[in-house]
């Protein structure tokens, strides 16, 4: 009986490494020979096809962004790089203000268009460079929990980097409880929550960041702005049914801000975690819906 159950691991194990492979050769920047790469380094604004599940993934972030009013936006990719948080190896640096004004001319959701039949994308200019870091990584973590439902695996909890998603019980029988980083220690947990067939997605400026001349900046650019994101924010934790959704939110909601990002997740039912520093130290703000899956006190 051990023979084949750890034969079955195996497998899964080789099945879900394949898929992620899959998953990387469709949506990497860091791949040069990716879809999304090649899409990039295409000098040409005709139909570029491309497999379904980056049609997908386009579909689901054109949406996001506008529904965040273009807090969050794929085409950031330029300055993301030039900031020093993308793929091109640059020095953390702040870029001088023309470069950032030059860059942004090429940034908008609105210049990029996608397509289910046939699955293609397309950009209203060459220039125009996408990145889907901030919502293939929750992507993946779906493909995942879709393969192991695909095989009537009824019990699991999925996590790439800081993207979650579980369904069923733990070994204990219960439902599982996913711990949230607390921003001021990475040993420590600020939160727990209870997670049925939901995702959790968390973004933080703890997570990358330079300092210049006594001023830090976080890795999160604003796509309106061209620049880091400047508020009082350490972390906001999203909870969604899909983990491409909340990771992507994480994202929009880290961009609007304490005050903006929390009135539009309330406004649309979002169960929202915010970390937020202040003179008095740092505070938790949290959605009604949140508060009905913490699973116990920090």
Known sequence: MSVGRGAFVKEVESEINRLLEKINRQMSTYLPDSELSQFNACGHTNWFPVSREVVEVFENALALSEASQGAFDITVG????????????????????????????????????????????????????????????????DRVAQYLEAIRVQDYLVQIGGEVRAKGKNPEGQTWNVGIQDPRDASRICRRVQLQNQALSTSGDYVQSFEQ???????????????????????????????????????????????????????????????LRTPDGYVEKMTPDFLELIAEAP
Request: hydrophobic share 45%; aromatic share 8%; with cysteine.
């Open 78 to 141: 330029p300055l993301v790089n030039l900031w020093g948080f993308g793929p091109e190896k640059r020095a953390w640096q702040v870029p001088e203000a023309d470069r950032i004004a030059q860059l942004l001319r090429h940034v908008g959701y609105n210049k990029v268009f996608a397509q289910t039949r046939p699955p293609r994308i397309r950009k209203t200019a060459p220039e125009v460079y996408c990145d889907l870091s901030a919502i293939a990584k929750g992507h993946g973590v």
């Open 213 to 275: 001349n006594g001023r830090k900046y976080s890795h999160t650019i604003d796509p309106r702005t061209g620049r880091p994101v400047t508020h009082a924010l350490a972390s906001v934790s999203v909870v969604h049914d899909s983990s491409a959704m909340a990771d992507a939110w994480a994202t929009a909601l880290n961009v609007l801000g304490s005050e903006a990002g929390f009135a539009l997740a309330a406004k649309k039912g979002l169960p929202v975690l915010m970390v």
